[in-house]
């Protein structure tokens, strides 16, 4: 039987009724509002002026589709991820006020004067230092979860305590298989008819089934599990000649229902797919006949050159941190060398899942604002970018030697693209 689901209405009384929460915000003067944008979830923000606190209740159902039924217990991902970001990578995480088992809710800190991030790089919006902070945290989470941080048998005890089978199963069919066949979640501009037609294909189903193996049999670290731009705050910068300092923390990361014992690459993979979201609206909006406008007052020539420098950005934030973090192994076996050879193979599985995200929210369900907000020509000459940059990291992840060569494959792709505009280059 499902939870019975809070409303706007009820949580106040909710709130009444738990002292530790109603320290927090004076139930007499609250407004509620109900934001939630997620799939699986409610988010109700409550605040009273002063103080706010995020209330997060599982839905039993797909908000989109509601014939679509969901496990609430995802709400225990949700609460082991908030719990080990907390104790962690606290500087990145939410304040955790606990899960409430019953109810299938947890209660954070309200976030409502950061900004999420995908909307301010849709509206070109450079935000310094995001990029690094999340590989920061991405290397804290790894680091601690995992054999490098932990015996073995914590670890393997850990993992057990966070399986996530229903929510995996999401992730293993919408990013994994659905895209590479016919199915009825997959649309797109058929303008691009061509490039997704070529993904059913033999030889790219064998590189996104090595990527899906990975996934499904590397559990080597907690994972977030959907560390989209959407599941990440960043901070307002401030006026220019006031700027954050560089050791505050530029991102806070929320939404760990997809959390499971995974491959680190995962969570690199996902974010550097987003960027190459961002690349491919940024692609669509520069071509000389797009009729949206750059918004005023931004330099598209530096949020471009910003936009590109990610992929090293966030892969220096986390190798910088995890090497720091991982001076200290608690296996003494994982010399210097297993240390770098780790870093690499993680780096070239990041690119090839990079490719399975960006595929799938170009061509598959639950698709992305980065692209989807854009019309006609532009919305195809952004799904052109994504698949066709997509399709040289799927194809050649496993030959990457360093980050640079992403950046590279990257700027290829808008070169090849621009050149041929006016024909159907892939
Ligand atoms: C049914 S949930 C669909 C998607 O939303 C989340 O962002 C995850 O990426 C999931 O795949
Ligand atoms: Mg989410």
């Given at each position: 039987?499902?939870t019975e689901l809070l409303n706007e209405k009820t949580v106040i009384d909710y709130i009444a009724g738990r002292s530790d929460l109603n320290a927090v915000v004076n139930v007499g003067k609250t407004t509620v509002r109900e934001v939630g944008d997620g799939n699986l979830n409610l988010l109700f923000l409550v605040q009273d002026g002063s103080n706010g606190l995020a209330i997060k209740q599982t839905l039993p159902y797909v908000r989109s589709d509601h014939s679509w039924k969901v496990t609430e217990d995802s709400i225990f991902a949700e609460a082991r991820g908030l719990e080990?970001?907390?104790?962690?990578?606290?500087?990145?995480?939410?304040?955790?006020?606990?899960?409430?088992?019953?109810?299938?809710?947890?209660?954070?800190?309200?976030?409502?004067?950061?900004?999420?991030?995908?909307?301010?790089?849709?509206?070109?919006?450079?935000?310094?230092?995001?990029?690094?902070?999340?590989?920061?945290?991405?290397?804290?989470?790894?680091?601690?979860?995992?054999?490098?941080?932990?015996?073995?048998?914590?670890?393997?005890?850990?993992?057990?305590?966070?399986?996530?089978?229903?929510?995996?199963?999401?992730?293993?069919?919408?990013?994994?298989?659905?895209?590479?066949?016919?199915?009825?979640?997959?649309?797109?501009?058929?303008?691009?008819?061509?490039?997704?037609?070529?993904?059913?294909?033999?030889?790219?189903?064998?590189?996104?089934?090595?990527?899906?193996?990975?996934?499904?049999?590397?559990?080597?670290?907690?994972?977030?599990?959907?560390?989209?731009?959407?599941?990440?705050?960043?901070?307002?910068?401030?006026?220019?000649?006031?700027?954050?300092?560089?050791?505050?923390?530029?991102?806070?990361?929320?939404?760990?229902?997809?959390?499971?014992?995974?491959?680190?690459?995962?969570?690199?993979?996902?974010?550097?797919?987003?960027?190459?979201?961002?690349?491919?609206?940024?692609?669509?909006?520069?071509?000389?006949?797009?009729?949206?406008?750059?918004?005023?007052?931004?330099?598209?020539?530096?949020?471009?050159?910003?936009?590109?420098?990610?992929?090293?950005?966030?892969?220096?934030?986390?190798?910088?941190?995890?090497?720091?973090?991982?001076?200290?192994?608690?296996?003494?076996?994982?010399?210097?060398?297993?240390?770098?050879?780790?870093?690499?193979?993680?780096?070239?599985?990041?690119?090839?899942?990079?490719?399975?995200?960006?595929?799938?929210?170009?061509?598959?369900?639950?698709?992305?604002?980065?692209?989807?907000?854009?019309?006609?020509?532009?919305?195809?000459?952004?799904?052109?970018?994504?698949?066709?940059?997509?399709?040289?990291?799927?194809?050649?992840?496993?030959?990457?030697?360093?980050?640079?060569?992403?950046?590279?494959?990257?700027?290829?792709?808008?070169?090849?693209?621009?050149?041929?505009?006016?024909?159907?280059?892939?």
């Amino acid at each position: 039987m499902s939870t019975e689901l809070l409303n706007e209405k009820t949580v106040i009384d909710y709130i009444a009724g738990r002292s530790d929460l109603n320290a927090v915000v004076n139930v007499g003067k609250t407004t509620v509002r109900e934001v939630g944008d997620g799939n699986l979830n409610l988010l109700f923000l409550v605040q009273d002026g002063s103080n706010g606190l995020a209330i997060k209740q599982t839905l039993p159902y797909v908000r989109s589709d509601h014939s679509w039924k969901v496990t609430e217990d995802s709400i225990f991902a949700e609460a082991r991820g908030l719990e080990a970001a907390s104790e962690y990578a606290k500087a990145y995480a939410p304040r955790y006020f606990g899960l409430d088992a019953d109810r299938r809710l947890i209660v954070e800190e309200d976030l409502s004067d950061w900004q999420v991030w995908r909307p301010n790089l849709n509206g070109r919006r450079v935000n310094r230092l995001a990029a690094r902070d999340t590989g920061r945290f991405i290397a804290e989470m790894a680091y601690h979860t995992s054999y490098f941080g932990k015996d073995e048998q914590e670890v393997q005890r850990a993992a057990a305590d966070s399986i996530n089978p229903e929510l995996e199963q999401i992730t293993e069919d919408l990013i994994f298989t659905e895209p590479y066949f016919d199915h009825v979640h997959n649309s797109w501009d058929s303008r691009v008819d061509d490039q997704v037609l070529a993904l059913r294909d033999d030889e790219i189903r064998t590189q996104a089934a090595k990527l899906k193996y990975e996934f499904l049999t590397n559990g080597e670290a907690l994972l977030h599990g959907d560390l989209h731009t959407n599941s990440i705050f960043v901070r307002n910068q401030g006026a220019e000649e006031d700027p954050l300092p560089d050791e505050a923390a530029h991102v806070k990361i929320f939404d760990y229902e997809f959390g499971f014992y995974g491959p680190v690459a995962f969570d690199i993979g996902i974010l550097w797919g987003n960027f190459l979201l961002a690349q491919a609206r940024e692609f669509a909006l520069s071509s000389s006949d797009s009729s949206l406008a750059v918004e005023e007052g931004n330099h598209d020539g530096d949020f471009h050159a910003w936009l590109l420098s990610l992929y090293e950005e966030s892969w220096q934030g986390f190798e910088q941190e995890f090497r720091r973090l991982a001076s200290h192994r608690v296996n003494r076996i994982f010399t210097d060398g297993f240390v770098d050879h780790w870093l690499s193979r993680t780096l070239r599985y990041s690119a090839g899942f990079a490719a399975s995200e960006a595929i799938r929210r170009t061509i598959g369900w639950a698709k992305v604002s980065d692209i989807e907000s854009l019309d006609g020509k532009a919305k195809s000459d952004a799904s052109r970018f994504a698949l066709s940059a997509a399709r040289r990291l799927l194809e050649g992840f496993e030959g990457l030697d360093e980050v640079a060569d992403v950046r590279r494959l990257v700027e290829g792709t808008a070169a090849r693209l621009e050149k041929g505009r006016q024909g159907n280059v892939r």
